[in-house]
């Protein structure tokens, strides 16, 4: 921890911002001045008198209504300096039991209905309830003039707030708000948005100016430490716990993720800043320890859709300091030892990504099993999200660029990586799979799979990026990171004991079966297993292409302008699994939409189709395309006859409005003003009410 000289300094400035909010909430110079409670010593305990309450003791019943009722009169008597005006209500408040017995009661302020920010009124009383120790509010002006109709919307609130974050996992929906906080009390919409932001997690409130659309006010309820990390840049931003003075290496967001030393003594302080950016510093290990698990955990989260290192929202500590030359997954914590030679701590991202992949694959299907080819397939999933963690964070060159080769950083036995996923006879590993199956060094063998994955994210070939030779077959084509990374995860998820590679490529094979509607996905994870001769089982499942078929019930229809037509669309499932697809329109006429309900359908389903008119939609025959897309596009023709709307015959006793039309004697009339046709006021005789517009049908 560094030593932070100015933590004295903090403290005394905390303490002066307390004092500022108290001469906020003073009463006015007229009124009687709030007087702080003695504390005296209790009376002894004579005869049958009641012992006196202990130390910090709750107030007893009879207490806490006075305080209620010194409370309330508080409210009235004190209204102009609490800043209430006409507008303003107070909820029934809430109340806290301090040291001593003291009680807090913290109204909740209203304006014309709704919520203040800032505008809380806490009443501080003694333990009996009846002296005042204190009064405050943060509001520090009144409300009365504060718009309440909101301008911005809360779509575009909502839009807003989520701009704040890089990603955004949740978000509240916005509630109008007056921010009463700051120097001009403002109308808002409040939300409180969670996600990551560049410098890691985050769950921001955020305030947004309904008039203008500004940000009036924001905040994090995460700390971000600041670490001075050896293999991750300097300085890093981690996740941590604490308040000003008592800091600890605990993450707020992933509960179970923390950091101590091996012994399980916490690492903590009086300042957010951790490590000296020494190789061999605990505390700096500590730092990249965190750094690549909370980044780790973020991965698996936004690319693989897991909740955790245990898919159920929950983390496990992690222990630096080991002198053993080793980093080690023990079941249920992470373990960060020492390079060969002791001149690192080796919690660089792959390896501690390494580590945590253990504990995805203890807590993913089944059990392992003892089958040394599970031993192998366990190594070989640490190494995977070793390497996937490495691509999420994404560093530069200078620092720890994304590759695939592992631990090259922590100098293990001496400068270069441990291992190489696109070429692991480099470095005495296996490529490639045979039976028996080795049963001797798991880290070599573990060769197997790291070859197969980086066939199947990248190729045997591909452009930018290290050639892999193959073992058998002409060359693979890559389905990207991404992809393999999902495809892999799912796999996992039918983890069967013993589990082996056979086992593994067929639980492969159906994940991409289940995952990617077409068969390219498939063949080219068939084709990356076979390049390393992992075979496949009788009735390994086979790709059909997915395809369906669509039929409109009805193709042809006529409508009159202002009015709907129907029709359902059928889809058919002709080969491969059933499939969603979405519906699309183009071709429909002016002043016309199209919509069909639902808008996606399930092959082997249907959907209503309807083409909804307006009176301005000019007459003719159109042709609308109705287009199904899935793993392929499919489209029918529907074709529409827009008739001119029929015009009524004139009727007398009728009320008509300007820009009706009437036909009458074969000649169409349009109304020209608002009135009621009574009898003898025949169209062609009120020219100041009917004009002719053309010749019409006999009425």
């Given at each position: 921890?560094?030593?932070?000289?100015?933590?004295?300094?903090?403290?005394?400035?905390?303490?002066?911002?307390?004092?500022?909010?108290?001469?906020?909430?003073?009463?006015?110079?007229?009124?009687?001045?709030?007087?702080?409670?003695?504390?005296?010593?209790?009376?002894?305990?004579?005869?049958?008198?009641?012992?006196?309450?202990?130390?910090?003791?709750?107030?007893?019943?009879?207490?806490?209504?006075?305080?209620?009722?010194?409370?309330?009169?508080?409210?009235?008597?004190?209204?102009?300096?609490?800043?209430?005006?006409?507008?303003?209500?107070?909820?029934?408040?809430?109340?806290?039991?301090?040291?001593?017995?003291?009680?807090?009661?913290?109204?909740?302020?209203?304006?014309?209905?709704?919520?203040?920010?800032?505008?809380?009124?806490?009443?501080?009383?003694?333990?009996?309830?009846?002296?005042?120790?204190?009064?405050?509010?943060?509001?520090?002006?009144?409300?009365?003039?504060?718009?309440?109709?909101?301008?911005?919307?809360?779509?575009?609130?909502?839009?807003?707030?989520?701009?704040?974050?890089?990603?955004?996992?949740?978000?509240?929906?916005?509630?109008?708000?007056?921010?009463?906080?700051?120097?001009?009390?403002?109308?808002?919409?409040?939300?409180?948005?969670?996600?990551?932001?560049?410098?890691?997690?985050?769950?921001?409130?955020?305030?947004?100016?309904?008039?203008?659309?500004?940000?009036?006010?924001?905040?994090?309820?995460?700390?971000?430490?600041?670490?001075?990390?050896?293999?991750?840049?300097?300085?890093?931003?981690?996740?941590?716990?604490?308040?000003?003075?008592?800091?600890?290496?605990?993450?707020?967001?992933?509960?179970?993720?923390?950091?101590?030393?091996?012994?399980?003594?916490?690492?903590?302080?009086?300042?957010?800043?951790?490590?000296?950016?020494?190789?061999?510093?605990?505390?700096?290990?500590?730092?990249?320890?965190?750094?690549?698990?909370?980044?780790?955990?973020?991965?698996?989260?936004?690319?693989?859709?897991?909740?955790?290192?245990?898919?159920?929202?929950?983390?496990?500590?992690?222990?630096?300091?080991?002198?053993?030359?080793?980093?080690?997954?023990?079941?249920?914590?992470?373990?960060?030892?020492?390079?060969?030679?002791?001149?690192?701590?080796?919690?660089?991202?792959?390896?501690?990504?390494?580590?945590?992949?253990?504990?995805?694959?203890?807590?993913?299907?089944?059990?392992?099993?003892?089958?040394?080819?599970?031993?192998?397939?366990?190594?070989?999933?640490?190494?995977?999200?070793?390497?996937?963690?490495?691509?999420?964070?994404?560093?530069?060159?200078?620092?720890?660029?994304?590759?695939?080769?592992?631990?090259?950083?922590?100098?293990?036995?001496?400068?270069?990586?441990?291992?190489?996923?696109?070429?692991?006879?480099?470095?005495?590993?296996?490529?490639?799979?045979?039976?028996?199956?080795?049963?001797?060094?798991?880290?070599?063998?573990?060769?197997?799979?790291?070859?197969?994955?980086?066939?199947?994210?990248?190729?045997?070939?591909?452009?930018?990026?290290?050639?892999?030779?193959?073992?058998?077959?002409?060359?693979v084509t890559g389905v990207g990171l991404r992809k393999a990374a999902e495809i892999f995860m799912s796999g996992l998820h039918l983890k069967t004991a013993p589990w082996t590679?056979?086992?593994?490529?067929?639980?492969?094979?159906?994940?991409?079966?289940?995952?990617?509607?077409?068969?390219?996905?498939?063949?080219?994870?068939?084709?990356?297993?076979?390049?390393?001769?992992?075979?496949?089982?009788?009735?390994?499942?086979?790709?059909?292409?997915?395809?369906?078929?669509?039929?409109?019930?009805?193709?042809?229809?006529?409508?009159?302008?202002?009015?709907?037509?129907?029709?359902?669309?059928?889809?058919?499932?002709?080969?491969?699994?059933?499939?969603?697809?979405?519906?699309?329109?183009?071709?429909?006429?002016?002043?016309?939409?199209?919509?069909?309900?639902?808008?996606?359908?399930?092959?082997?389903?249907?959907?209503?189709?309807?083409?909804?008119?307006?009176?301005?939609?000019?007459?003719?025959?159109?042709?609308?395309?109705?287009?199904?897309?899935?793993?392929?596009?499919?489209?029918?023709?529907?074709?529409?006859?827009?008739?001119?709307?029929?015009?009524?015959?004139?009727?007398?006793?009728?009320?008509?409005?300007?820009?009706?039309?009437?036909?009458?004697?074969?000649?169409?009339?349009?109304?020209?003003?608002?009135?009621?046709?009574?009898?003898?006021?025949?169209?062609?005789?009120?020219?100041?009410?009917?004009?002719?517009?053309?010749?019409?049908?006999?009425?």
């Amino acid at each position: 921890m560094r030593s932070n000289s100015s933590s004295r300094t903090v403290a005394l400035l905390a303490a002066g911002a307390l004092a500022v909010g108290v001469l906020h909430a003073a009463p006015p110079a007229s009124a009687a001045p709030t007087r702080l409670a003695a504390v005296t010593a209790p009376p002894s305990s004579q005869g049958t008198e009641a012992a006196p309450p202990a130390l910090h003791a709750p107030p007893d019943d009879r207490a806490r209504s006075r305080a209620l009722d010194t409370a309330g009169r508080v409210l009235t008597d004190r209204a102009a300096a609490l800043r209430a005006g006409a507008g303003d209500t107070f909820e029934r408040p809430t109340v806290a039991f301090g040291p001593r017995g003291l009680q807090y009661l913290t109204y909740k302020r209203l304006h014309r209905g709704l919520p203040v920010f800032g505008g809380d009124v806490i009443v501080a009383t003694d333990r009996g309830g009846t002296a005042v120790t204190a009064v405050t509010t943060g509001q520090r002006r009144g409300l009365d003039g504060v718009e309440t109709t909101p301008t911005v919307t809360a779509e575009r609130a909502r839009d807003i707030a989520r701009g704040l974050l890089t990603s955004v996992t949740g978000q509240t929906a916005p509630r109008l708000t007056v921010h009463a906080a700051g120097a001009r009390p403002r109308l808002t919409w409040e939300t409180v948005v969670s996600g990551s932001s560049k410098d890691g997690a985050a769950n921001l409130h955020v305030y947004v100016d309904a008039r203008d659309g500004s940000i009036a006010d924001r905040w994090d309820d995460v700390r971000h430490g600041v670490g001075h990390s050896y293999y991750n840049g300097d300085p890093v931003h981690i996740d941590t716990s604490g308040s000003p003075g008592a800091h600890t290496l605990v993450d707020p967001k992933r509960p179970g993720l923390r950091c101590s030393r091996v012994d399980n003594v916490p690492i903590d302080g009086a300042d957010d800043e951790w490590g000296n950016a020494s190789p061999t510093d605990m505390e700096t290990s500590c730092v990249d320890a965190l750094f690549a698990a909370q980044r780790e955990w973020d991965m698996v989260r936004e690319w693989l859709g897991r909740d955790g290192f245990d898919g159920n929202g929950n983390g496990f500590p992690i222990l630096v300091g080991n002198r053993q030359p080793n980093a080690t997954w023990s079941g249920s914590e992470v373990e960060i030892g020492r390079n060969t030679s002791g001149t690192k701590l080796i919690g660089s991202l792959d390896v501690v990504g390494h580590e945590f992949g253990h504990a995805i694959f203890q807590f993913t299907g089944g059990p392992r099993g003892g089958d040394p080819e599970a031993y192998t397939l366990d190594e070989s999933t640490g190494d995977i999200f070793g390497t996937l963690t490495e691509h999420y964070v994404n560093h530069p060159a200078a620092i720890d660029e994304p590759d695939y080769l592992l631990g090259e950083k922590v100098d293990f036995f001496g400068p270069g990586p441990l291992r190489n996923m696109y070429d692991p006879a480099a470095l005495g590993g296996t490529p490639c799979y045979s039976e028996p199956f080795p049963s001797g060094d798991t880290y070599a063998a573990a060769g197997v799979q790291n070859h197969w994955f980086y066939l199947l994210a990248e190729g045997s070939a591909p452009a930018g990026k290290p050639a892999s030779p193959v073992c058998a077959g002409e060359g693979v084509t890559g389905v990207g990171l991404r992809k393999a990374a999902e495809i892999f995860m799912s796999g996992l998820h039918l983890k069967t004991a013993p589990w082996t590679y056979v086992k593994a490529r067929q639980a492969t094979v159906q994940s991409a079966l289940a995952l990617y509607p077409g068969c390219e996905e498939v063949r080219r994870v068939k084709a990356a297993w076979d390049a390393v001769t992992v075979p496949a089982t009788p009735g390994e499942p086979d790709c059909v292409p997915n395809d369906f078929s669509v039929r409109l019930a009805s193709p042809d229809s006529t409508v009159e302008a202002g009015r709907t037509a129907t029709t359902v669309l059928t889809t058919t499932t002709t080969s491969g699994q059933r499939q969603q697809v979405s519906l699309s329109f183009t071709g429909a006429p002016s002043g016309a939409t199209v919509t069909a309900q639902p808008p996606v359908v399930e092959t082997d389903g249907s959907s209503t189709i309807t083409l909804s008119t307006s009176a301005t939609t000019p007459p003719g025959v159109y042709s609308i395309t109705v287009t199904a897309t899935g793993s392929v596009v499919r489209s029918a023709a529907y074709t529409v006859t827009v008739t001119p709307p029929a015009v009524p015959a004139w009727k007398p006793y009728t009320s008509y409005k300007a820009g009706d039309q009437v036909t009458y004697k074969g000649a169409t009339y349009r109304c020209r003003i608002r009135h009621l046709s009574l009898p003898g006021w025949e169209p062609p005789r009120t020219p100041a009410l009917w004009t002719k517009v053309r010749a019409g049908r006999p009425s």
